[in-house]
């Protein structure tokens, strides 16, 4: 079966700091991950993906994440931290080849970019 | 619209009613998620459809809960005899296709009394 664990439930990060949410898979079969972000009464936003490629992707508003096959993870970064980056992430794999169709989310983490 | 809708935005229900939830997902999407959101912790998957197909219903909790998306395009989720734990945000989201990243809606608060 198919899993996600983000370890940390709160980032705390002054901002111009670089940040790092955290995030590790299980999957029977090759993963496609991806990250999303929730500001307060707000829907999912997509913020980037991992299909295939490049271990190293890019996505919005300056963020990117790096795949690790070998530790299973797909941790979240950025460099230069702004306050409005606090929001609540959520960290999500699909199981290509495994069963079923969903997407499996993590419980998320709560970053906050003090000033 | 742009994006994936969802209405009603907010439904309060008394124990024991049933309810339905629309979403209209982004045009041409095949692909269509539900999930449910309590408060403090992940979306957790609910089914999901690919065209009018509902491909994996596995999240679905018990029988009291149904979905459909007769024309391959709109869908609804249906909940029969609502109990108070079927309080939470129930969102709604769609892909181009099954292996694609999914847009989400901003979701449906249920509040069941």
């Known amino acids: 079966a198919q899993s996600v664990a983000q370890p940390e439930d709160q980032v705390n990060v002054a901002e111009g700091n670089p940040l790092t949410v955290k995030c590790t898979y299980s999957?029977?079969?090759?993963?496609?991950l991806f990250w999303y972000v929730q500001y307060p009464n707000r829907g999912l936003q997509f913020l980037l993906k991992?299909?295939?490629?490049?271990?190293l992707v890019k996505g919005s508003y300056g963020f990117e994440a790096e795949f690790n096959k070998s530790q299973t993870s797909f941790h979240l970064k950025k460099p230069s931290a702004l306050v409005s980056d606090s929001a609540l992430y959520f960290c999500?794999?699909?199981?290509?080849?495994?069963?079923?169709?969903?997407?499996?989310f993590g419980k998320g983490t709560r970053l906050l970019v003090k000033p | 619209g742009a994006g994936v809708s969802q209405t009603p935005s907010n439904k309060v229900t008394e124990k024991g009613k049933y309810v339905e939830l629309r979403c209209d997902p982004i045009?041409?999407?095949?692909?269509l998620y539900w999930y449910r959101q309590s408060l403090g912790q992940g979306p957790e998957f609910l089914i999901y459809f690919q065209g009018t197909g509902a491909a994996d219903d596995s999240g679905l909790p018990n029988d009291r809960f149904f979905a459909v998306r007769p024309e391959g395009s709109v869908s609804t989720l249906k909940i029969q005899r609502t109990e108070r734990g079927d309080s939470a945000v129930y969102l709604c989201a769609s892909s181009i296709t099954q292996n694609t990243e999914a847009f989400f809606g901003q979701g449906t608060r249920l509040t069941v009394v």
């Open positions: 999957v029977s079969g090759n993963p496609y």
């Open positions: 999500a794999v699909r199981d290509i080849g495994g069963q079923g169709f969903s997407f499996i």
């Open positions: 991992y299909i295939t490629g490049d271990n």
């Open positions: 045009s041409g999407h095949t692909a």
